[in-house]
């Protein structure tokens, strides 16, 4: 199998991840640490889908480097969520290149990426010590939005375009709705980050517990994505791999992988003796969940047999009002990143937007150049062929791909027919895809 990092290598990015501000973020020193977290990432995946030693999750519990993670994690969040908008504003900013700013919208889901595989683990639980706090926090902040949206009909109904825009065409706007697909993938990830955390809670402390069941009442948001389902488009698609995809007839009572973690998480956060404890199932929250019975068939319980004992205690909650809580004196641990971040720049927004359109988002032709050669180098194809999940499937049909688009390299198909027929829907997505490739190319050549 192809390796991304060695593990001397890997030990020496992880011993260099570092907290950054605000105004650092898209600096060539921030652009070398998200090579470095990109790179981590990819190696990450390759052993846990080879079933190896996964020496990136031990390096970064051992160096305690998770917190660190989680601080990039919201640093990200919080730039997408305060400066974002006010670069897309300013009537003077015309970059020459907006992959830089791609870059940074996409660092926060290449971290999430990388806790999703490393949280599945207890001792990265326990590694992220308080900042677990802020990483449920933001868990929430993420499905309540993918509830929301889900709700008012706002799930993006096309892929997110998978290559770095750059070339000059892709333009402020564009990036604006890449942002948008993208915020849907990343939502998708802190469901899994959270089913994770609840498969750990007797390891967490009990603020943590009472934050996740008191403060934000997570089962209630749960029951909302179980109701309305964001990764499923009717009978005819499901979003799986970072992508939709067509459902076979044969397929359409399968659980999805996100359809299990809710239910996953939903057990934990209801069955397990802490948390039963803790929670308050007053009236509101008594309806909430006894929604619940109507998703829980049979065909639900043959493929999570574990469900049977959340529908049976359901069918007892239906019968009786569990006795409130015990309300024991808890010193709530409080969330610090966000806060923080927001704190050490209030009043400062436009002024540190106006200072990165000038000093970062405008590099010159020798830094695009630098900055193009180095992405080629981390972005191997041949090995990211290595991070799918499956063989690849056909863009029209759903079926195993055997063969992919020439030109671009990125779309599948299982024949000939597949391809003519998906065409038209494939073919402004082959232009950009083409055209970002060979200017980068030709930045090569011109670089050597």
């Given at each position: ?5 060695l593990?001397?290598?890997a ?27 990109e ?10 889908k ?11 519990v051992?160096?305690?480097k ?36 791609y ?55 096309k ?20 942002s ?27 603020s ?7 403060t ?53 956060l ?7 404890k803790?929670?308050?199932?007053n009236?509101?929250?008594k ?6 019975r ?7 319980i ?21 006795a ?27 002024a ?34 290595n ?7 056909c ?10 688009c020439?030109?671009?390299q ?26 970002a490739?060979?200017?980068l ?8």
């Amino acid at each position: 199998m192809d390796s991304v990092v060695l593990h001397g290598e890997a030990e020496m990015y992880i011993q260099s991840l570092e907290r950054m501000s605000l105004r650092e973020i898209g600096s060539p020193k921030w652009f070398r640490q998200h090579e470095f977290i990109e790179k981590l990432n990819m190696q990450a995946i390759l052993n846990a889908k080879a079933c190896q030693e996964e020496f990136i999750k031990d390096l970064l519990v051992s160096h305690g480097k998770v917190p660190t993670l989680i601080h990039a994690l919201i640093l990200t969040e919080v730039w997408k969520h305060k400066l974002f908008p006010i670069i897309c504003k300013l009537k003077d900013f015309n970059p020459k290149s907006t992959f830089q700013l791609y870059m940074v919208i996409h660092h926060e889901a290449t971290i999430i990426n990388l806790l999703e595989t490393i949280m599945y683990h207890k001792e990265s639980s326990e590694s992220a010590d308080d900042a677990v706090v802020d990483l449920v926090d933001y868990c929430h902040r993420k499905l309540t939005l993918l509830a929301g949206r889900s709700v008012c009909g706002e799930i993006p109904a096309k892929d997110r375009i998978t290559h770095v825009p750059l070339s000059d065409a892709a333009s402020i706007q564009d990036l604006q709705r890449q942002s948008d697909m993208l915020e849907f993938e990343i939502s998708v990830k802190a469901l899994s980050v959270l089913c994770y955390i609840t498969d750990h809670i007797e390891s967490l402390s009990l603020s943590v517990l009472t934050r996740m069941l008191s403060t934000h009442n997570l089962p209630c948001v749960l029951v909302q994505l179980v109701e309305n389902c964001p990764w499923n488009r009717g009978k005819s698609e499901k979003y799986t791999e970072g992508k939709w995809s067509p459902v076979l007839p044969e397929d359409h009572l399968k659980l999805s992988k996100h359809d299990g973690q809710v239910w996953i998480a939903l057990l934990n956060l209801i069955l397990k003796p802490d948390c039963q404890k803790k929670y308050d199932f007053n009236t509101f929250n008594k309806n909430q969940l006894l929604k619940l019975r109507g998703h829980l068939t049979d065909a639900v319980i043959d493929q999570l047999p574990n469900l049977v004992d959340l529908k049976n205690f359901l069918s007892q909650l239906a019968l009786t009002d569990p006795a409130p809580p015990k309300k024991d004196l808890i010193l709530e641990q409080l969330p610090e990143i966000w806060n923080n971040i927001v704190m050490e720049n209030s009043n400062k927004w436009k002024a540190i937007a106006k200072h990165q359109v000038t000093h970062v988002f405008n590099p010159s032709e020798n830094d695009l150049r630098e900055q193009a050669s180095r992405l080629a180098e981390t972005y191997n194809l041949d090995v990211m062929e290595n991070l799918i999940p499956d063989k690849p499937k056909c863009g029209s049909c759903g079926r195993q791909g055997a063969k992919r688009c020439s030109r671009c390299q990125g779309e599948w198909y299982c024949n000939r027919e597949c391809q003519v027929k998906h065409w038209p829907k494939h073919k402004p997505v082959c232009q950009l895809m083409t055209d970002a490739m060979q200017k980068l190319q030709k930045e090569l050549v011109i670089k050597s």
